[in-house]
């Protein structure tokens, strides 16, 4: 086991893990060299590979372990704060969950993910980001498989319609980690509406599939 962070995500895996084509799928979504603002929660994941396509990135996390795992900390900008106190200054072209942060079971933890993607998108601009549909919680059962080079199990401990308890479990070279995030089922009226409040639009999905869907700001 690693450091965990306050929110359940094990640092060693993140160090680990490889980004299985994000990267490239949201190149292929936004403007070439268009700014970004990585809300995932995933360190250098996604911000490594996007700075070598072009793209200016800022992360911002609360945890100084997650931030240290950017690799690239020359051209990567950190921020060490919480979605509820960041205030950048600035509005970006993109601001990215690629992450399903947004079927947090909590809905104050949605409700300020969505806040802060408003507070920082241009008012020309995309957020971009990932989410699980109501479909993926009709087929979700436990299973095994890999990422790259990474052993993944997922074992569904209960649902009850609503709000899903898993617990993943990864492996690789003797190491193991743990990783458990509950998250609630929104259908797609709930997801615009938990949009719409936050002062975003949904806007479509995005072509590729990987369960992306694109905002744009409603004009203040």
Same mark, same amino acid.
């Given at each position: 086991?690693?450091?965990?962070?306050?929110?359940?995500?094990?640092?060693?895996?993140?160090?680990?893990?490889?980004?299985?084509?994000?990267?490239?799928?949201?190149?292929?979504?936004?403007?070439?060299?268009?700014?970004?603002?990585?809300?995932?929660?995933?360190?250098?994941? #996604?911000?490594?590979?996007?700075?070598?396509?072009?793209?200016?990135?800022?992360?911002?996390?609360?945890?100084?372990?997650?931030?240290?795992?950017?690799?690239?900390?020359?051209?990567?900008?950190?921020?060490?704060?919480?979605?509820?106190?960041?205030?950048?200054?600035?509005?970006?072209?993109?601001?990215?969950?690629?992450?399903?942060?947004?079927?947090?079971?909590?809905?104050?933890?949605?409700?300020?993910?969505?806040?802060?993607?408003?507070?920082?998108?241009?008012?020309?601009?995309?957020?971009?980001?990932?989410?699980?549909?109501?479909?993926? #919680?009709?087929?979700?059962?436990?299973?095994?498989?890999?990422?790259?080079?990474?052993?993944?199990?997922?074992?569904?401990?209960?649902?009850?319609?609503?709000?899903?308890?898993?617990?993943?479990?990864?492996?690789?070279?003797?190491?193991?980690?743990?990783?458990?995030?509950?998250?609630?089922?929104?259908?797609?009226? @709930?997801?615009?509406?938990?949009?719409?409040?936050?002062?975003?639009? #949904? @806007?479509?999905?995005?072509?590729?599939?990987?369960? #992306?869907?694109?905002?744009?700001?409603?004009?203040?």
């Amino acid at each position: 086991m690693s450091e965990v962070t306050a929110d359940g995500r094990p640092v060693g895996l993140y160090a680990v893990l490889p980004a299985s084509g994000e990267p490239a799928f949201v190149h292929a979504n936004v403007a070439p060299g268009a700014a970004v603002l990585d809300l995932s929660g995933c360190g250098g994941l #996604f911000a490594d590979s996007l700075v070598a396509l072009g793209h200016p990135v800022t992360v911002a996390d609360d945890s100084a372990a997650m931030l240290a795992l950017v690799r690239d900390a020359r051209a990567v900008q950190t921020v060490r704060a919480g979605l509820a106190a960041l205030e950048l200054g600035e509005r970006f072209p993109v601001v990215l969950v690629a992450r399903p942060r947004v079927n947090a079971a909590d809905p104050a933890v949605r409700a300020e993910l969505l806040d802060a993607c408003r507070r920082h998108v241009a008012p020309d601009g995309q957020v971009v980001m990932q989410w699980l549909p109501p479909s993926w #919680f009709d087929r979700a059962v436990s299973s095994t498989g890999r990422i790259g080079p990474v052993e993944a199990d997922f074992e569904v401990e209960s649902f009850d319609g609503t709000v899903l308890h898993g617990r993943s479990t990864y492996r690789l070279d003797g190491a193991r980690w743990e990783q458990r995030a509950p998250v609630r089922r929104l259908s797609r009226a @709930e997801l615009h509406a938990a949009l719409a409040g936050a002062g975003l639009r #949904f @806007e479509r999905h995005l072509r590729g599939g990987r369960q #992306f869907f694109r905002a744009v700001p409603v004009p203040e």
